[in-house]
């Protein structure tokens, strides 16, 4: 599971252009200034990719924080 963690990690710091230490599985959208819902769809979609799975409805409105896919992959 780390090396989903690490994924989820350098997809966002890749987004953002942010360094990965700035990321925790608490962080927030509110956390990061450019982080509106155009930004949310693109990580959604970027998460989808990378890990080929499609995240429904239920997942998408349960998200408050980076970890939140990660700790439904556990």
């Known amino acids: 599971m780390k090396n989903i963690k690490k994924e989820l990690f350098n997809i966002i710091a890749l987004y953002f252009k942010i360094k990965k230490s700035a990321i925790s599985c608490n962080?927030?959208?509110?956390d990061i200034k450019e982080w509106d819902s155009f930004a949310q769809i693109n990580?959604?979609?970027?998460i989808e990719k990378k890990f080929k799975i499609s995240m429904n409805s239920k997942v998408l409105l349960q998200m408050e924080n980076v970890g939140t896919?990660?700790?439904d992959w556990e």
């Open 69 to 71: 896919p990660y700790r």
């Open 27 to 30: 962080t927030r959208a509110s």
């Open 43 to 46: 990580i959604i979609l970027s």
